[in-house]
């Protein structure tokens, strides 16, 4: 199950807790998509003789591309590689980049799979967090995104942050589930080197990260998506039967794939 992963290193704003590469300048995007074509070029012998069964852009926040830029990269990807025809072409997507016009433009390219970064469906764990979206957005672009006929939907939801008790956590699994959305991703909030989350715990501005309080957090999502039909089918990720992410499962199964772009991995 080969694939093709794409960094697009671009963000509206930093989240707090973030540690990934990018960058909130917007200036050099038309040269990184260039860039992006060109080094494609460059790397078309890796997987010549394979099948690509999934391609995936992650970043960063790939949905600050233009479903035109989006487009040119994978007519460049499908003109140079074999691309299976149910090939998994999955985007990461924010909340507040998914408006009704961007997801009918997007459903006239070949991707069929979004990644939701939603985090949080509170308004407070996302001012925590310095996310660009607000709890309306977090909400509506699932709505907005059904609707314009996106089912391969996967939710990304933060948990162990210091602004969500319990209650909060459950309800946010419970907004999923009640979504019907068939996969989601949940990661632990944690303190990284050289982000704005590392200075304000350092300072006293944020409280340390209650571990005991991000293990029972876990505890509940398993139990509630579980109890739901979702299976955990790896330490972070839960799906309903037949959808499992293609593309993340062919690296736990060491297939081989291209990373393109700046700190192309995963
Ligand atoms: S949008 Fe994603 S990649 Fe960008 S700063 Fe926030 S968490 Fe990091």
Same mark, same amino acid.
């Given at each position: =199950? #080969?694939?093709?992963?794409?960094?697009?290193?671009?963000?509206?704003?930093?989240?707090?807790?973030?540690?990934?590469?990018?960058?909130?300048?917007?200036?050099?995007?038309?040269? =990184?998509?260039?860039?992006?074509?060109?080094?494609?070029?460059?790397?078309?012998?890796?997987?010549?003789?394979?099948?690509?069964?999934?391609?995936?852009?992650?970043?960063?926040?790939?949905?600050?591309?233009?479903?035109?830029?989006?487009?040119?990269?994978?007519?460049?990807?499908?003109?140079?590689?074999?691309?299976?025809?149910?090939?998994?072409?999955?985007?990461?997507?924010?909340?507040?980049?998914?408006?009704?016009?961007?997801?009918?433009?997007?459903?006239?390219?070949?991707?069929?799979?979004?990644?939701?970064?939603?985090?949080?469906?509170?308004?407070?764990?996302?001012?925590? =967090?310095?996310?660009?979206?607000?709890?309306?957005?977090?909400?509506?672009?699932?709505?907005?995104?059904?609707?314009?006929?996106?089912?391969?939907?996967?939710?990304?939801?933060?948990?162990?942050? #210091?602004?969500?008790?319990?209650?909060?956590?459950?309800?946010?699994?419970?907004?999923?589930?009640?979504?019907?959305?068939?996969?989601?991703?949940?990661?632990?909030?944690?303190?990284?080197?050289?982000?704005?989350?590392?200075?304000?715990?350092?300072?006293?501005?944020?409280?340390?990260?209650?571990?005991?309080?991000?293990?029972?957090?876990?505890?509940?999502?398993?139990?509630?998506?579980?109890?739901?039909?979702?299976?955990?089918?790896?330490?972070?990720?839960?799906?309903?039967?037949?959808?499992?992410?293609?593309?993340?499962?062919?690296?736990?199964?060491?297939?081989?794939?291209?990373?393109?772009?700046?700190?192309?991995?995963?």
């Amino acid at each position: =199950m #080969p694939g093709i992963y794409i960094h697009i290193p671009f963000c509206k704003q930093a989240c707090h807790y973030c540690n990934f590469h990018f960058s909130t300048s917007l200036k050099h995007k038309e040269e =990184m998509v260039a860039a992006i074509l060109r080094e494609l070029e460059l790397r078309k012998d890796y997987l010549s003789n394979k099948n690509i069964t999934s391609i995936y852009f992650g970043g960063g926040t790939p949905s600050l591309l233009t479903s035109n830029e989006l487009d040119q990269i994978l007519d460049k990807i499908y003109n140079i590689f074999k691309v299976e025809h149910d090939a998994e072409i999955t985007l990461e997507a924010n909340p507040d980049d998914l408006t009704k016009e961007k997801l009918q433009a997007l459903r006239q390219t070949p991707i069929n799979r979004l990644s939701i970064g939603i985090q949080s469906f509170a308004e407070e764990d996302l001012k925590f =967090m310095n996310r660009a979206h607000n709890a309306t957005e977090a909400k509506l672009c699932i709505e907005n995104a059904l609707d314009a006929g996106f089912e391969n939907l996967t939710v990304d939801l933060i948990y162990g942050s #210091p602004t969500t008790n319990d209650a909060q956590w459950e309800s946010n699994i419970q907004t999923i589930i009640d979504y019907d959305i068939p996969h989601i991703s949940c990661y632990a909030l944690t303190v990284e080197p050289k982000t704005a989350l590392y200075h304000f715990v350092k300072v006293g501005k944020a409280p340390a990260i209650d571990e005991e309080q991000a293990a029972r957090q876990f505890e509940i999502l398993i139990q509630l998506l579980t109890n739901q039909g979702y299976e955990h089918y790896e330490i972070s990720n839960f799906a309903k039967p037949g959808w499992y992410a293609k593309h993340n499962s062919s690296y736990w199964f060491g297939e081989p794939y291209l990373g393109i772009g700046p700190a192309a991995f995963v």
